[in-house]
């Protein structure tokens, strides 16, 4: 397996863009996380999925941010418009729910918003 | 928030010397975590222990977990350069599928 793919690596937007992040899961895993990671906050947990299904997004800074996964192999985290202060890595992370035990993370897209 | 806190923030050795890593926590748990992320890379496990257990071995690597304190601590034993890294805990809690909720990191560098 490849692993969690997460796309595009990097992306550098001007405030007010919309910008999308894309990340495929582990096949078999119906766990899905979105963290977003920055030197101040550490690692926050923004939201994540069991079975497709949105299971908390209280992480989700505001209304700005929305989540999605459409089906078992696909999920986006949209930021609209995007702001400066969202600038950090997002990583996402899957998991083999019925065992609750390790996160597969993917690279992270390191997000510049200017 | 039962976010885990590691101490100390950052640990600087000499190869071949071992590191410790420690970690709080404030709920009752299902089991901890470590993860390790290099720079510029996703968090990579390394190992679990559950509630029942006190202590487990992998490899260079003993973890300890005591939850009447509510602590835990990560040895790396005979360090390497290649061990420098930012190492995390995270915590599961006791019922269900519930996120890993991770603590701001302990950044060991390990000097050749």
């Known amino acids: 397996d490849a692993g969690v793919i997460q796309s595009p690596r990097h992306e550098v937007t001007e405030m007010g863009q919309e910008v999308t992040l894309r990340c495929k899961p582990i096949s078999g895993h119906n766990s899905l996380f979105w963290y977003r990671q920055t030197m101040m906050r550490g690692l926050e947990l923004l939201i994540y999925?069991?079975?497709?299904?949105?299971?908390?997004d209280s992480g989700m800074p505001e209304d700005r941010f929305s989540a999605k996964m459409p089906n078992a192999s696909f999920s986006t985290l949209k930021i609209q418009p995007s702001e400066p202060r969202d600038s950090a890595v997002y990583f996402c992370?899957?998991?083999?729910?019925?065992?609750?035990?390790?996160?597969?993370f993917g690279s992270g897209t390191q997000l510049s918003v200017l | 928030s039962q976010q885990g806190e590691e101490d100390p923030q950052a640990l600087s050795i000499q190869e071949g010397e071992n590191a410790t890593m420690n970690c709080s926590y404030k709920?009752?748990?299902?089991?901890l975590q470590w993860y390790r992320q290099n720079s510029g890379r996703g968090l990579v496990h390394l190992i679990l222990i559950r509630s029942n257990e006190r202590e487990k071995h992998s490899g260079r690597l003993r973890v300890t977990l005591d939850t009447s304190k509510k602590s835990s601590s990560l040895l790396i034993t005979a360090s390497r350069a290649a061990d420098t890294a930012s190492y995390f805990c995270a915590t599961v809690r006791l019922s269900g599928n519930t996120p890993l909720v991770f603590g701001k990191g302990t950044r060991l560098s390990v000097i050749a």
């Open positions: 709920t009752s748990i299902n089991n």
């Open positions: 992370a899957s998991r083999d729910g019925t065992t609750n035990e390790k996160l597969f």
């Open positions: 999925f069991n079975n497709n299904v949105p299971i908390d």
